[in-house]
């Protein structure tokens, strides 16, 4: 089965009063972004690139939309083989390569901690975190590596 669906996302920025973007260290990175009947998204950049630290980033949700992504994908793959997951957590963490004025994450490692209801399925939860990253269309949609360091307990 195949099939596309459409994502909007409208961006609200204005340039505040005594700025100006002919310099670029004299304007507020600060923005809203609207997605259909969700909450309003404020942001900016992140610190180093002139960013309110009190707002999310795009680099923060990218490293979010990664983790959620994998979770919800191995929760999946879990119920397809009748593994009770009790809990998950994870401590994600990206690396982005700044060169010159540009650029990109090198890497993501996803550090999962999950607690499982019977310890005769360990082994294959932990396989099972390959499967979702196959399937995650977040990973898919990725030009950098991301890597599995999964934890599995028993509850």
């Known amino acids: 089965m195949s099939f596309s669906q459409i994502f909007e996302a409208e961006l609200f920025w204005e340039l505040n009063p005594g700025e100006n973007t002919e310099n670029p260290r004299n304007y507020s990175r600060n923005h809203e972004v609207k997605i259909a009947d969700k909450e309003l998204l404020e942001l900016s950049a992140a610190k180093s690139f002139k960013g309110d630290t009190n707002l999310l980033n795009p680099e923060d949700l990218l490293l979010s939309a990664l983790t959620s992504c994998h979770m919800m994908s191995y929760l999946y793959v879990c119920a397809q083989h009748n593994i009770a997951v009790l809990s998950y957590t994870d401590k994600s963490k990206g690396v982005l390569e700044v060169v010159g004025e540009g ?16 310890a005769k399925d360990i082994e294959l939860a932990k396989e099972l975190h390959t499967k979702a990253n196959e399937l995650c269309f977040i990973a898919n949609s990725c030009n950098f590596p991301i890597h599995h360091k999964a934890t599995i307990r028993v509850g």
């Open 103 to 118: 650029g990109r994450f090198k890497s993501v490692a996803l550090n999962p901690v999950v607690t499982l209801q019977n």
